[in-house]
């Protein structure tokens, strides 16, 4: 039984190394803000609620092999606000406005990582 594994031009070491540090830093970042949150929703609520902050109008740029997204309207958050909303239920807002308005930053923090992939394949591959 023969096994190899290919990689293609687009498939990295560092690629897979960036993608993973960015969700070890979600998950980090979704257990901190549930253990600091005084009103806790359920853990797979709060999971959605933050996979819904992710939903952003973003700018797409295509730079050499590399695509960069530049987030600018946090579209997860305002549709996360418009279901809590809309039977005047505040509190149920309050539970889940911290997990959407992470899951809309952590964005910039991947536009951050997927600079500083450029850079660090530009030293590796060159």
């Known amino acids: 039984m023969d096994f190899n594994i290919h990689f293609d031009e ?6 897979i190394i960036i993608t993973l540090v ?3 830093t979600l998950g980090i970042l979704l257990i901190w803000i549930y253990r600091t949150n005084d009103l806790k929703p359920e853990v797979w609520k ?5 996979l819904i902050g992710l939903f952003v109008f973003s700018i797409n740029l295509n730079f050499d092999q590399y695509r960069i997204e530049i987030p600018i309207l946090p579209l997860g958050f305002w ?5 809590c909303k809309r039977n005047d239920n505040q509190e149920r807002w309050e539970k889940y406005r911290r997990f959407a308005w992470t899951g809309f930053l952590i964005r910039f923090f991947f536009l951050f990582t997927s600079l500083l992939q450029m850079l660090i394949d530009s030293i590796i591959y060159s």
């Open 10 to 15: 687009f498939h990295f070491v560092s690629t």
């Open 22 to 24: 960015n969700y070890i």
């Open 46 to 50: 709060a999971i959605i609620a933050m």
């Open 79 to 83: 549709i996360l606000m418009w279901i």
